[in-house]
């Protein structure tokens, strides 16, 4: 399976993007999928989940009610509308794949596949 991130850019503070992971190589709605971004010089840390249904998601503090998790099953690619952006959501953004179908897990070792980083920069 393959995963390909897009959509990043650079924004000043409170603009939105919408970045966008399109899955290739096996039936996408048997994956549950998930964001995670690193920053500089910073760990990779979660962003928010979403099962392969897409009827649950998760999200971290950090990005709870700006940003939102979503699928379209018949395109075979995830979403993840980011809202009010903070100079703080500056990171390269890395989308993630698992066939645990139920899965909504916050660390990197819940899943099997990724995609590379698609940077977003957000200006004050």
């Known amino acids: 399976v393959q995963l390909q991130a897009s959509g990043g850019g650079l924004v000043q503070a409170g603009g939105s993007l919408r970045l966008s992971c399109e899955v290739s190589g096996r039936t996408f709605r048997s994956y549950a999928m998930g964001w995670f971004r690193q920053a500089p010089g910073k760990e990779r840390e979660f962003v928010a989940a979403i099962n392969a249904s897409g009827g649950k998601t998760y999200y971290a503090d950090s990005v709870q009610g700006r940003f939102t998790i979503s699928r379209d099953n018949a395109k075979n690619t995830m979403y993840l509308q980011m809202n009010s952006l903070k100079p703080e959501d500056t990171a390269d953004y890395y989308c993630?794949?698992?066939?645990?179908?139920?899965?909504?897990?916050?660390?990197?070792?819940?899943?099997?596949?990724w995609g590379q980083g698609t940077k977003v920069t957000v200006s004050s």
């Open positions: 993630a794949a698992t066939l645990n179908y139920y899965n909504l897990g916050q660390t990197q070792n819940d899943y099997d596949y």
